[in-house]
């Protein structure tokens, strides 16, 4: 019993590290300091960066320039900055969440103020 436990937490483990993290940053410098962190803290994920409220959105739901985007797969978390130009991060954070299928997507909100 205790054994197929332990598995299935590995199999979650496996699932999670396959999957990509979104981090949503305009700032360029705050963009090398949060992936020099995830580094140091041995995080295997992949990171997709984008650089507005807009292109998250579109990430998110194969839209803009991610229409022709194969993943079919949400991220596994969304590092979210909270100023962030064309669409401010509460504004990708209440679309994040009153769409079904980002509902329950883990969302981070970063600002450095």
Known sequence: M???????????????RNKAILLVEDNPQD?????RALNKAKV???IDVVRD?????DYLFHEGEFSDSEATELPT?????IGLPRLSGLQVLEKI???????L???VILTSS
Request: proline share 2%.
């Open 105 to 107: 997507l883990p969302v």
């Open 97 to 103: 969440r009153s769409n079904s299928r980002t509902s």
């Open 31 to 35: 963009e090398i300091l949060i992936l």
């Open 77 to 81: 978390v969304v590092l979210l900055d």
């Open 53 to 57: 409220g807009q292109q998250a959105l």
């Open 44 to 46: 295997a994920n992949k």
């Open 2 to 16: 205790a054994d197929d436990f332990l598995l299935q937490i590995g199999q979650s483990e496996s699932l999670v």
